[in-house]
């Protein structure tokens, strides 16, 4: 992209769209991790291009996960509905650090049942009556992408490599999360790609559900999001 603008942020702009770039690397982890984020011509996608490098002097095994943008009371609607590829849905055990699989969804998310056995249908957002806060993941895309549409006529959708993020973190919270950070004021859905179906690295491990870099070795993602008409 033509036109770069020098300056701390490292920012390219100029008529045909714009980019920035940030970079951090990690405190207790010898890891480089950058994003660029673009936005070209008169397109409403967002391009987002991710970098992990490896820094240290030894293999590192890691977990990436991709924190996307929840949507809100502000784009949410009842009811609004959720569109996959033809998946499988897991769920946490209640009292139990494994995993059980409750359903295949083809299209939408499937229903799943509730630790206190009440259904609930994931392929849209209730409303903020049911007071709850629930968590499943999605696994076995065939390709890597997902549709939030609202009854307004938006459609928030996501692409993404499949072959480092197989998986799908379904976050729903209709008022019912409380105590530190969202004492039951939170009223959202999140789709957040991840490498692992596991939430804590030791169990990842064991299951190997570890992404790996050795001395100097990188690894590169490419997404798109976008709010479209649907």
Same mark, same amino acid.
Request: proline share 8%.
């Given at each position: 992209?033509?036109?770069?603008?020098?300056? &701390?942020?490292?920012?390219?702009?100029?008529?045909?769209?714009?980019?920035?770039?940030?970079?951090?690397?990690?405190?207790?982890?010898?890891?480089?991790? #950058?994003?660029?984020?673009?936005?070209?011509?008169?397109? %409403?996608?967002?391009?987002?291009?991710?970098?992990?490098?490896?820094?240290?002097?030894?293999?590192?095994? $890691?977990?990436?996960? &991709?924190?996307?943008?929840?949507?809100?009371?502000? $784009?949410?609607?009842?009811?609004?509905?959720?569109?996959?590829? @033809?998946?499988?849905?897991?769920?946490?055990?209640?009292?139990?650090?494994?995993?059980?699989?409750?359903?295949?969804?083809?299209?939408?998310?499937?229903?799943? #049942?509730?630790?206190?056995?009440?259904?609930?249908?994931?392929?849209?957002?209730?409303?903020? #009556? %049911?007071?709850?806060?629930?968590?499943?993941?999605? &696994?076995? $895309?065939?390709?890597?992408?997902? #549709?939030? &549409?609202?009854? @307004?006529?938006?459609?928030?959708?996501? @692409?993404?490599?499949?072959?480092?993020? %197989?998986?799908?973190?379904?976050?729903?919270?209709?008022?019912?999360?409380?105590?530190?950070?969202?004492?039951?004021?939170?009223?959202?859905?999140?789709?957040?790609?991840?490498?692992?179906?596991? %939430?804590?690295?030791? @169990?990842?491990?064991?299951?190997?559900?570890?992404?790996?870099?050795?001395?100097?070795?990188?690894?590169?993602?490419?997404?798109?999001?976008?709010?479209?008409?649907?």
């Amino acid at each position: 992209m033509a036109g770069i603008v020098s300056g &701390r942020g490292g920012l390219p702009c100029d008529h045909k769209g714009v980019a920035v770039k940030f970079a951090v690397v990690t405190t207790r982890t010898p890891f480089l991790l #950058e994003r660029t984020m673009l936005l070209e011509g008169s397109a %409403p996608i967002l391009q987002l291009r991710e970098r992990v490098v490896n820094e240290g002097d030894e293999v590192l095994e $890691f977990m990436w996960a &991709r924190i996307i943008p929840r949507s809100d009371v502000r $784009f949410l609607d009842e009811p609004c509905e959720v569109v996959l590829p @033809r998946c499988e849905v897991v769920t946490l055990a209640a009292g139990n650090p494994d995993y059980f699989t409750s359903g295949r969804a083809s299209g939408q998310v499937a229903t799943r #049942e509730r630790q206190a056995g009440t259904a609930i249908d994931l392929s849209g957002m209730p409303g903020p #009556e %049911p007071k709850a806060h629930d968590l499943a993941f999605l &696994r076995g $895309f065939d390709e890597g992408r997902y #549709e939030i &549409r609202n009854q @307004r006529g938006l459609s928030f959708q996501m @692409r993404l490599p499949i072959h480092i993020f %197989p998986y799908l973190w379904y976050w729903q919270v209709t008022r019912g999360a409380f105590g530190y950070p969202w004492y039951g004021t939170t009223y959202n859905l999140a789709l957040e790609p991840h490498s692992s179906l596991f %939430p804590m690295l030791p @169990r990842a491990l064991e299951q190997g559900h570890v992404l790996k870099l050795g001395p100097g070795q990188e690894l590169t993602a490419e997404l798109e999001a976008a709010v479209l008409p649907c």
